[in-house]
């Protein structure tokens, strides 16, 4: 059965003539040959994937600056390098990872054998946020295959040249009864997710989350949900003014603020606020030059939509500096708002987009009854000279991750997990976490077939002897 695209979007599908139903049905063929099992399979399609990034550096770029203007370090360092990190670390690792590991055994079964093997799930479903368009699908299928999977991705539509060239490109590297790039929008999804996957890898934002659990309910399908939220970040009396504006600058404005682990809002005393907003004005100023849209470092916002939806929370507080919005370009530039209060309409969404409140506590107790009754976040960053008031921040609050006196670095490092925590979602991944994700642990227990004699103290009829046991 042809599938019935209504959407403009859907004449990128590289499967045009096959259903929904037809792909997953050819990749659980595939999945049930045994194909994808082999180490020097899944290897092999990890150095494909690796190709796929080095051999289409300038595509890559190319799709990146038309969706988001995204400047070419930030490509390399936020999407390819970091994809490539994690193949080689799978690659390095997969040998040892997709080992039986043998458990301790009790009395009863210690002539026997016992161990958990790491079986792939099946047929998976990847799919991503536009902000990170590449390395949102991509991270999560090398977890997917070095655990022996094989995946259906779904690419944002939003980010609709990197959409393209994965769809036109990355068929072309891997093998095609195994993995599948499909497009599409809410629509064509929600028939995707009518069929039964073996597990789905969501990244996305909290409203769509729910949706896609539900979807995942009516199968029982287990899935991880990567999600957003507000990430706080406390900045205790004493920071370095300077180091600290570029180190929160940096991680706030990157992507045009587009990043789901960016401090969202900073909580600091009126003191520390009075030295931080000119230290931020002169770190822009240093990253950005004097007119930040003339910049070839500073993104722009996704579509029409996003840029009226972040223009319109420019209302909120006062606009310490930045706040010029260009529609034509999708441009509003880094900008810093004070006064704000936490009913203000800046601080009941995440932001998504380059601006930065800073809403003044009296202590760090109120910072963290702050953080406290509010959702937790995917990020939480605590900036002190005193280590102490750093581990006091990480104690009293919960979040997905967590760093101190930085952003973002937490999630560069492959041997932490990454994920959510309540609102910002469930579940890890990243270095050996992506396989364990993809990966479901069977117990296995496996005994001989004579030594009959053993067995009979549990059966009955039960006498005095079974009850001394
Ligand atoms: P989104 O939830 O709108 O879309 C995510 C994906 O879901 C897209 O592929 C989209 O096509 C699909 N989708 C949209 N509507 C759907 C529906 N009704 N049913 C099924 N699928 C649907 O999110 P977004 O705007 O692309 O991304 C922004 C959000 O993602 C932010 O909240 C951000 O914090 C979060 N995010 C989280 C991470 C993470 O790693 N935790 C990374 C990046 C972005």
Redesign the pocket.
Known sequence: RPLNHSSPRSSLHPDRMSSFQDIVDRLRTSFNSGKTRPLEYRMSQLQALKRFLDENKAAINEAMAQDLRKPEFEVIISETSFVTTEINVALNNLKTWTKDEPVAKNWATTLDTAFIRKDPFGVVLI??????PLQ?VLNPLVGAIGAGNCAIL?????SRCTEKLLSDLLPRYLDKDCFAVVC???QE??QL?DKKVDYIF????????K??MA?AAKHLTPLTL????KNPCFIDNGCNPTSTANRLAWVRFLNAGQ???APDYVLCTREMRDQLVPALKATLEKFYGKDPQQSADFGRIINERHFQRVQALLGSGTIAFGGQCDAKDKYIAPTVLVDVKESDPVMQE?I?GPILPILTVESLDEAIAFINRHERP?ALYAFSPNSKVVETVLERTRS?GFCGNDGLMHMTLPTLP???NGQ??MGMYHGKFSFDTFSHQRGVLLRSHGMEKLNTLRYPPYTKQNLSL
């Open positions: 799919i991503g946020a536009w902000n990170y949102l779904k690419p944002s539509e939003i599409g929008g809410p999804i929600s997710l969501f990244t996305g934002s909290a409203n769509v989350g949706i896609v979807a990567e999600l957003g939220g990043t789901c682990v995440e998504f995917l997905g990454f994920g959510g910002s979602g």
